[in-house]
C-alpha cells in the first residue's frame, strides 16, 4: 500500500491509435500517445491502481500508478573503447609521434 | 458546460490559446498576403537590445567568455595545406546559469510572463531550452511546465533526454513526459489552456531577441581583444532562432562577419517515427530540424516565427554524427574542456572549414553547452550501440544515420558538406506561395526577397519556374 502524499509517477493513455493525426508515419499511428507525470498522490493506492495525483504545479492528474519515489536510472553508459582511441590519437598526432621521443 | 477536448477541436482554439498565452496580436504585423512586417514584429512586440542586456544581467547570463582553442587549431593545421587553418575560438555559452546559450532566449520570455502578471510559463522543449526556462522561472518565482518528447512506445528514451527532465525538476519544474509524435503540440495548448500560464515558446520576438546580445558581444569582445571581428561566425542550426538571434546581434553591432550554418546529417530519419526516434543520436542541431524550419519558419508554434535563418545564412554546412563525436572528444583531450557534444556541432564544422581559410583568419563557434551524466557522449555512443546502431572507424562520408555511427580513422577525415542553399531558397519561395495561394503583390516580392537574401529578379524567376 502507498499512502496518500508520496511522491509517485504516473502514466495514462492521452490519444488511442485510432485518434492519431493524419500526418503521422504508419509506425507511431500503431501505438498510443502516452504520458508520464509525476505528484503528489491523493489516496492510498497499490501499484497498478487508477489514481489521482496533485503536480508541481498544483495541478490535478489523473493515471495508472507506476512508481513511487521515482528515481532517475541514466548515467555515463557502458564503456566505449573507441573513444579512448580518439583521445590518444589526436594527442599522438598533436604531441607525440617520433618527433616527441 | 465542459470544453470539447477532442484534437480537432483543441486545434481549432489554436490561435485564441496563442493569442491568451502570449498576448501578442500578430494580425498587427500581417499585410494580408504572403507578406509580414518582420522588423516592426521585433521591435514592438521585444525588447530593444539595451533593455535585454539589462533583463539578462539581472540573472547572470550573458557576459560568457571567448576561449581560442589553439591546439584544436593546431590539429586543423596538421590536416590542412600549408598556411591554411584558421584561429577557431568558442563563446562558452555552458557558463551560463542553466549551461546554455538557451538561458538568454528564456530570461526574455520569463521577464516579459513576469511582467504581464502570467502565475506561471510554458515550454515544448526535450532539450536546454527546458532547463533554462525551468532556471529563469525558479528565478523568478514563477511556476513551469516542461513539455517533454522522450519515450518511444517500449518507454525508452535517450539519456540526454532523461537528462534534461532530471535538470528541469532540479529547478523545480512540473516535467510532463510523452511518446513519440507531433501530438505534443495537442497536449501543449491543453496545458496552456487548462493552466492560463505564458506561452514560453521559443519563436516569439523575445525569444529570438534574447539571442542578439550573444551576437553583440561577440562583435565586442573580439574588437577589444583582437581589434576586428571574427571572420566567420559558425552557428548550430535547428529551429533557426540561434543562428537568427546571433545574426541580428552581429548586424546591431555593424559587423561585416560572415555566418554559417551547421547540422549534423540525420538524413533518411522521420522525426515523427517511433521506431527511428532512439535510432538517431543527435536529439538537436540536426538537418530533421535544420532543414524544414529554414525553408518554413511559420511552422513552428506561433503563427509567425521571429527565426527565420535564410535571411541570415552566407552558407550552410552538414556534418555526420561521428565527425561530431569525434571532435568532442579531442575537445576534452587537446583542450581540457568536457562539452555536450550538440553545441558541438558547429565546432566540428568549424574544424573542417578552418582548413579552407587562411591562417591569419578567425572563426568563432558562437555556444558551447554543459555535460554530464546523460547528456554526454560516452552515454550517447553507449545507448547507440545497446540499440543495434554499429559504431566503427572508417571513412564518415559512408555513415549511414540510424545504421551506423561512423568515427573518422583520422581528423583530416572530418570534411562538412555544403547544403544547397540554393535549393533552400526555393522551397521557401514555394512553400510561401502554396501556402497563401495568391498572386505575390510587389510588397510579396520584396519580403520573398528578404526572406531568401536575394533580390526580387531571383523570386521573381523562381516563381515563374514553378
Request: proline share 4%.
Given at each position: 500500500m502507498i499512502k496518500k502524499g508520496?511522491?509517485?509517477?504516473?502514466?495514462?493513455?492521452?490519444?488511442?491509435?485510432?485518434?492519431?493525426?493524419?500526418?503521422?508515419?504508419?509506425?507511431?499511428?500503431?501505438?498510443?500517445?502516452?504520458?508520464?507525470?509525476?505528484?503528489?498522490?491523493?489516496?492510498?493506492?497499490?501499484?497498478?491502481?487508477?489514481?489521482?495525483?496533485l503536480t508541481r504545479t498544483k495541478r490535478i492528474e489523473k493515471g495508472k500508478l507506476l512508481e513511487v519515489n521515482p528515481y532517475y536510472k541514466h548515467d555515463f553508459g557502458k564503456f566505449v573503447p573507441e573513444l579512448l582511441k580518439v583521445n590518444e590519437q589526436v594527442r599522438d598526432i598533436l604531441f607525440g609521434g617520433a618527433d616527441n621521443e | 458546460m465542459s470544453k470539447d477536448m477532442s484534437y480537432a477541436a483543441v486545434n481549432e482554439r489554436k490561435s485564441e490559446i496563442m493569442k491568451q498565452s502570449t498576448k501578442i496580436d500578430f494580425s498587427k504585423f500581417e499585410s494580408g498576403s504572403i507578406a509580414f512586417d518582420y522588423e516592426k514584429m521585433m521591435k514592438?512586440?521585444?525588447?530593444?537590445?539595451?533593455?535585454?542586456?539589462?533583463?539578462?544581467?539581472?540573472?547572470?547570463?550573458?557576459?560568457t567568455p571567448i576561449l581560442e582553442l589553439r591546439n584544436l587549431t593546431a590539429l586543423a593545421r596538421k590536416c590542412a595545406a600549408p598556411g591554411k587553418g584558421a584561429r577557431i575560438f568558442i563563446k562558452d555559452e555552458?557558463?551560463?546559469?542553466?549551461?546554455?546559450?538557451?538561458?538568454?532566449?528564456?530570461?526574455?520570455?520569463?521577464?516579459?510572463?513576469?511582467?504581464?502578471?502570467?502565475?506561471?510559463?510554458?515550454?515544448?522543449?526535450?532539450?536546454?531550452?527546458?532547463?533554462?526556462?525551468?532556471?529563469?522561472a525558479a528565478i523568478a518565482g514563477l511556476k513551469c511546465i516542461v513539455v517533454q518528447e522522450c519515450y518511444d512506445s517500449r518507454g525508452v528514451g535517450q539519456?540526454?533526454?532523461?537528462?534534461?527532465?532530471?535538470?528541469?525538476?532540479?529547478?523545480?519544474?512540473?516535467?510532463?513526459q510523452l511518446s513519440v509524435g507531433p501530438e505534443l503540440f495537442y497536449s501543449f495548448l491543453v496545458l496552456l489552456e487548462e493552466t492560463g500560464?505564458?506561452?514560453?515558446?521559443?519563436?516569439?520576438?523575445?525569444?529570438?531577441?534574447?539571442?542578439?546580445?550573444?551576437?553583440?558581444?561577440?562583435?565586442?569582445?573580439?574588437?577589444?581583444?583582437?581589434?576586428?571581428?571574427?571572420?566567420?561566425?559558425?552557428?548550430?542550426?535547428?529551429?533557426?532562432?540561434?543562428?537568427?538571434?546571433?545574426?541580428?546581434?552581429?548586424?546591431?553591432?555593424?559587423?561585416?562577419?560572415?555566418?554559417?550554418?551547421?547540422?549534423?546529417?540525420?538524413?533518411?530519419?522521420?522525426?515523427?517515427s517511433d521506431i527511428q526516434f532512439n535510432k538517431k543520436s543527435f536529439t538537436t542541431g540536426h538537418t530533421g530540424f535544420g532543414m524544414p524550419f529554414s525553408t518554413w519558419p511559420d511552422r513552428s508554434d506561433v503563427p509567425r516565427s521571429a527565426a527565420r535563418p535564410l535571411r541570415y545564412m552566407d552558407r550552410y554546412l552538414t556534418i555526420h554524427q561521428g565527425e561530431v563525436f569525434y571532435i568532442t572528444e579531442a575537445l576534452a583531450s587537446l583542450e581540457g574542456l568536457e562539452k555536450g557534444p550538440a553545441g558541438n556541432t558547429a565546432l566540428t564544422a568549424a574544424f573542417s572549414l578552418a582548413q579552407e581559410m587562411d591562417e591569419d583568419q578567425m572563426i568563432v563557434v558562437q555556444e558551447t553547452e554543459y555535460t554530464g551524466?546523460?547528456?554526454?557522449?560516452?552515454?550517447?555512443?553507449?545507448?547507440?550501440?545497446e540499440n543495434g546502431i554499429e559504431i566503427l572507424f572508417g571513412d564518415p562520408k559512408d555513415e549511414v544515420p540510424g545504421k551506423n555511427i561512423i568515427l573518422p580513422s583520422h581528423p583530416s577525415k572530418i570534411k562538412a558538406q555544403d547544403a544547397d542553399l540554393d535549393h533552400m531558397r526555393k522551397s521557401l519561395i514555394k512553400n510561401a506561395?502554396?501556402?497563401?495561394?495568391?498572386?505575390?503583390?510587389?510588397?510579396?516580392?520584396?519580403f520573398l526577397a528578404v526572406e531568401t537574401k536575394t533580390n526580387v529578379d531571383y523570386?521573381?524567376?523562381?516563381?515563374?519556374?514553378?
Open positions: 508520496e511522491w509517485v509517477l504516473i502514466h495514462r493513455i492521452v490519444m488511442e491509435p485510432s485518434a492519431r493525426a493524419p500526418q503521422v508515419p504508419d509506425d507511431t499511428k500503431r501505438v498510443p500517445l502516452e504520458l508520464w507525470v509525476k505528484g503528489y498522490l491523493q489516496e492510498d493506492a497499490n501499484i497498478g491502481d487508477e489514481v489521482t495525483v | 514592438e512586440a521585444g525588447y530593444t537590445l539595451e533593455e535585454i542586456q539589462q533583463i539578462q544581467g539581472q540573472t547572470g547570463v550573458g557576459n555552458a557558463s551560463n546559469p542553466s549551461g546554455s546559450f538557451k538561458a538568454r532566449r528564456a530570461a526574455t520570455a520569463v521577464y516579459h510572463a513576469k511582467k504581464l502578471g502570467y502565475k506561471g510559463v510554458i515550454a515544448a522543449t526535450s532539450g536546454n531550452y527546458g532547463a533554462a526556462v525551468a532556471s529563469q539519456p540526454e533526454i532523461i537528462e534534461k527532465a532530471r535538470k528541469c525538476e532540479a529547478l523545480g519544474a512540473e516535467v510532463v500560464y505564458f506561452n514560453a515558446s521559443l519563436y516569439t520576438p523575445f525569444g529570438i531577441a534574447g539571442v542578439e546580445t550573444l551576437g553583440y558581444e561577440i562583435a565586442m569582445q573580439f574588437r577589444e581583444k583582437y581589434g576586428k571581428d571574427p571572420d566567420v561566425v559558425m552557428a548550430t542550426n535547428a529551429g533557426g532562432g540561434n543562428l537568427t538571434g546571433t545574426a541580428r546581434g552581429l548586424r546591431k553591432a555593424g559587423a561585416e562577419t560572415k555566418i554559417v550554418g551547421a547540422s549534423v546529417d540525420l538524413s533518411g530519419l522521420h522525426m515523427a551524466a546523460g547528456k554526454h557522449i560516452q552515454p550517447q555512443l553507449s545507448f547507440a550501440r506561395i502554396k501556402t497563401y495561394n495568391v498572386t505575390p503583390t510587389a510588397e510579396d516580392l520584396e523570386v521573381k524567376n523562381v516563381i515563374a519556374s514553378l
